[in-house]
Each structure stands twice: as C-alpha cells, then as structure tokens.
C-alpha cells in the first residue's frame, strides 16, 4: 500500500546533538513538507519541497535543514542551533498544491 | 488573532450523539480540509473541498466560502469516533502550497 513512512517514532537526543528524522513516501507525490506540532499549538511548517533538489523555508526553518535528493525522500535535520527541539513532527506529501494530502505518524523528539 | 479558528476546543459526547465542529477562517483560500489525529499522533485526511458539502460515511463536511465558515459534522457518533479534528486552509495566490492549520478540536466520545 502507498504511503508515509516516518522514523523513528520515538527519538531522544542529547542536548548540543544534531539528528535526523527520517520520512520517506511510495506515492509518487511531487511536494514533501515537515511540521512540527506543539502542545495546545496548531501545526506549524518547517521546510517544504515542491520537486527534487529544491526546497524553501516554512514559517520555523530556523535550527532546521533538509535536503531533497530523491523524490521519495526528505529527511529533516534537526541541529544543536534549535532552541526548543522536543516536539512532534510530523511529515506529509502532496501529489501538487491543492490535492490531497498524505501524512505520517510522526516522530517524537525529546530533548535529554 | 488566527488566521484559522476552531470550536469547540472541546467537546464530550454520548455514543450515538449528532456532532458538529466549526472553523472559521480570515484569509482567501482556495481549498479547507478536515483532517483527524488520533492518540498515536498520526493524521488522516477526511475531506478536502471549495465548495459545497461533502459526505463520507457518517462524516459529513460543508463550507461557506462567503462567510468563511466551515462545518464538519458526524451523525451517530461512536467512540472510535474520539480524536482530535483538524481544520486547515490553502490560501489562495502563489503560497497555495502551505497550509493553515486550526488548532484542533479534541472529541470524546463515550459509550
């Protein structure tokens, strides 16, 4: 069946650590994008990417980098410049603007 | 003041209970979706649409793009039913691809 692979589910990084969160999709989309979602908050975007090799910053990117090399995939990196990392993120993908959106299960992250 | 409000932020219902949840939005949009999260976390799109009214099963969505007002309602509730619903927007113009999130609505339905 198609769709969102996201891991780990579960990922706890020591502070001053870079990480990676891994979200790869079946669905031949064209548009990947990562949220993150905060207690009591509406999810927010981080970085989305249209076609391959190309990505832009969403309203959060700061702290955050991504890349786009293949259409499957689009890890999210989270560095040591972000100041409050723990949070659920979760990725998505879209066939283009305005279709149907497809989404993962998320990741938690925690900060230890 | 967000640009996409929804309420109730939440709602108790008994198994069987007709219930509606609102968003309401202030920007153009050229699409609104329904999306629910249950506890695991993860999200399932219900509905997208412009116009109109959509059915699916006992979900049923409707939106007012003049009042910009949308509605989702589920007949004969159930507690599998129980999760958060989300309502998000598309704006319209050149940043179509980013979506508008409400904050959600956490729905509890007892048996």
């Known amino acids: 069946d198609g769709g969102i692979t996201q891991s780990p589910k579960y990922l706890f990084r020591k502070e001053g650590q870079n990480v990676t969160l891994s979200c790869e999709q079946n669905?031949?989309?064209?548009?990947m994008y990562w949220y993150r979602q905060d207690p009591g908050q509406g999810l927010r975007l981080i970085y989305y990417s249209q076609i391959v090799n190309d990505f832009q910053k969403g309203d959060i990117a700061e702290g955050y980098s991504v890349s786009r090399e293949k259409k499957e995939s689009f890890p999210l990196t989270v560095t040591s410049a972000q100041k409050n990392p723990t949070a659920f993120y979760l990725c998505?993908?879209?066939?283009?603007?305005?279709?149907?959106?497809?989404f993962g299960s998320g990741t938690r992250l925690t900060v230890v | 003041k967000n640009e996409v409000e929804q309420s109730p932020q939440n709602l108790t219902a008994q198994e069987g209970e007709f219930i509606t949840i609102n968003c309401s939005y202030s920007v153009g949009i050229s699409a609104l979706h329904w999306l629910q999260q249950h506890p695991g976390g993860g999200i399932v799109s219900l509905f997208m649409?412009?116009?109109g009214k959509k059915k699916h099963g006992r979900l049923i969505a409707t939106i007012n793009i003049q009042e910009k007002h949308s509605s989702l309602h589920i007949t004969a509730s159930h507690p599998r039913d129980s999760a958060v619903y989300i309502c998000a927007v598309s704006p319209s113009g050149g940043s179509n691809y980013k979506l508008t999130f409400g904050k959600g609505t956490l729905l509890t339905v007892n048996p």
């Open positions: 998505a993908s879209s066939q283009w603007a305005n279709y149907g959106y497809t």
């Open positions: 669905l031949n989309h064209d548009a």
């Open positions: 649409l412009s116009s």
